[in-house]
């Protein structure tokens, strides 16, 4: 079956670390997104890659870096340096400038 | 730049009632509209898309909504509420000509009184 599929589901983190959440895509999608949901705020974004190899800052990368060396995959990572990390991410896919937007079942972060 | 607007955060309708769910929008560009629906703890699934052509729009489940350029509004709409409706919604938008994400609203979370 094709789909979106992020790990893990559930994600600990501890005061100064870095943290990695995986996306993983077989949808042969160009196109691949993080967004970050917090509860009454919808959804925004974080980073978006359109290509292999190249990624843009959406609009809260603050404390998040990402990237993109397979067309598949596109890991974010939640670094120290983001101070407010509890949230849902989430990862979509999109075929190139296709603005339909298909979505992993996302990953919930908390921090201990 | 764009934006977009759901009004009412929360909306509680009886089985069997008319579901109304409001969205405007701003754009600079002509907009691509979509509304995702999504479950607890889960990821987002579309509903349906206006891009062109036709105003009213089919979507799944029995959704469905009209883009009217005059008001910015894409509201979403089910004749019968049934208990499995009970979601949170959104509103998003996309400027055309290139896939550089959507701008969500806040969400609205649909309540099904039996």
């Known amino acids: 079956d094709g789909g979106i599929t992020q790990s893990p589901k559930y994600l600990f983190r501890k005061e100064g670390q870095n943290v990695t959440l995986s996306c993983e895509q077989n949808?042969?999608?160009?196109?691949m997104y993080w967004y970050r949901q917090d509860p009454g705020q919808g959804l925004r974004l974080i980073y978006y890659s359109q290509i292999v190899n190249d990624f843009q800052k959406g609009d809260i990368a603050e404390g998040y870096s990402v990237s993109r060396e397979k067309k598949e995959s596109f890991p974010l990572t939640v670094t120290s340096a983001q101070k407010n990390p509890t949230a849902f991410y989430l990862c979509a896919s999109s075929i190139f400038r296709e603005e339909t937007q298909y979505f992993g079942p996302g990953t919930r972060l908390l921090v201990l | 730049a764009q934006s977009v607007t759901q009004l009412g955060s929360h909306v509680s309708v009886s089985e069997g009632a008319l579901v109304l769910l409001r969205c405007n929008y701003s754009s600079s560009v002509p907009p691509y509209l979509f509304w995702y629906v999504q479950y607890p703890n889960q990821g987002l699934q579309l509903l349906l898309k206006?891009?062109?052509?036709?105003?009213l729009v089919k979507g799944i489940n029995g959704f469905e909504a009209e883009f009217k350029k005059s008001e910015t509004s894409f509201h979403l709409t089910k004749p019968s509420a049934h208990m499995s409706d009970a979601a949170e919604y959104f509103c998003?938008?996309?400027?055309?000509?290139?896939?550089?994400?959507?701008?969500f609203g806040k969400g609205t979370h649909l309540i099904i009184q039996p």
């Open positions: 206006y891009t062109t052509g036709a105003t």
């Open positions: 998003a938008v996309s400027g055309r000509g290139g896939a550089d994400g959507l701008t």
């Open positions: 949808l042969n999608h160009d196109a």
